[in-house]
């Protein structure tokens, strides 16, 4: 039986709030932790926890070429991942999450220059969005004495984390694609417990053959290293929950809501100054991803 308006919108607000939580908390537990620590962290516990998922919804017979793709993914997967803590571990939340946005962005841009796909209006209107909500979150910051109208925009590329962010969402926008053509021998199902899983079991087994202190360390904080991979877990099985149940433009457009909760996070829990004017910021670049996609 599919799930109806209110379900797929609870799941996938469930969903943002589980992402957001997820780095909430790794900022917070583990300020001090190696870029390979937090991957541990990221990856290990949740894909533990998505085992038993997996021998739930197993994946149907898949031909060689889907094992390809996923050898093909994995390395920048964990890339992606690891450039994902380091941001915001040493960034504000605010200043980190939302370049996530440009995903989609990159996402059509590729497709123009690539493969000569026309950009609609409403598609370019929500790239707009996006880089007008990073200017937003950039803007009056101290740039020494000669500021200019570029200044927001060099920011974000002086900034380290708002730098890594950036190559994030280039990965993912690279990532997206390619777990797409993977995911067309499997199910939603089947796909999501599984890659999850294949991505733990990989950073687990190189950290026991070439990192096992990493682990040791970790495990004494394995109440917050459970409770991290929960909210993943959440995360994870929430969006294939609702992406079997609503359009993926629909889906993707309100989970990305989950930079907002970031920057609500970093406002309570880390401080972080401007709470009307960031949120004002990533609401634009919120709008500006949901307009792509629904185009």
């Known amino acids: 039986m599919t799930a109806g308006p209110i379900p797929w919108f ?8 589980s992402l957001a939580s997820a780095d909430a908390l790794t900022k917070k537990i583990f300020p001090d932790y190696s870029g390979w620590q937090l991957l541990i962290v990221r990856f290990v516990v949740p894909g533990l926890l998505l085992v038993p998922v997996s021998f739930y919804h197993p994946l149907p017979p898949v031909p ?55 950009v609609s209006a409403a598609g370019f209107g929500g790239i707009l969005l996006v880089v007008a909500g990073a200017y937003v979150l ?90 991290i991979g929960i909210c993943m877990a959440v995360m994870i099985i929430t969006h294939f929950l609702a992406i079997a149940s609503v359009e993926v433009a629909y889906f993707l457009s309100l989970k990305r809501t989950s930079l907002l909760f970031g920057i609500l996070y970093g406002a309570l829990l880390f401080k972080e100054a401007h709470l009307g004017k960031n949120l004002f910021g990533g609401i634009l670049m919120v709008a500006g991803v949901a307009l792509i996609l629904t185009s």
């Open 10 to 17: 609870y799941l996938s607000l469930l969903c943002a709030i």
């Open 64 to 118: 060689p070429i889907f094992w390809l793709w996923i050898v093909i993914l994995v390395p920048f997967e964990l890339l992606a991942m690891w450039l994902y803590m380091l941001a915001i571990r040493d960034s504000p939340l605010h200043l980190t999450l939302p370049y996530l946005a440009f995903t989609p962005a990159l996402n059509v841009l590729t497709c123009f220059i690539v493969l000569g796909e026309t």
């Open 138 to 227: 950039n803007k009056e910051k101290n740039y020494g004495a000669q500021q200019t109208w570029v200044d927001p925009f060099a920011a974000i590329i002086r900034l380290r984390g708002s730098r890594y962010m950036l190559f994030v969402a280039v990965i993912y926008s690279l990532t997206s694609v390619l777990g797409k053509r993977a995911m067309l021998y499997a199910t939603p199902a089947s796909f999501g417990p599984f890659y999850f899983t294949v991505l733990g079991g990989v950073v687990l087994g190189a950290s026991l053959l070439l990192r096992p202190r990493a682990l040791s360390i970790l495990l004494r904080k394995a109440q917050w290293l459970l409770l």
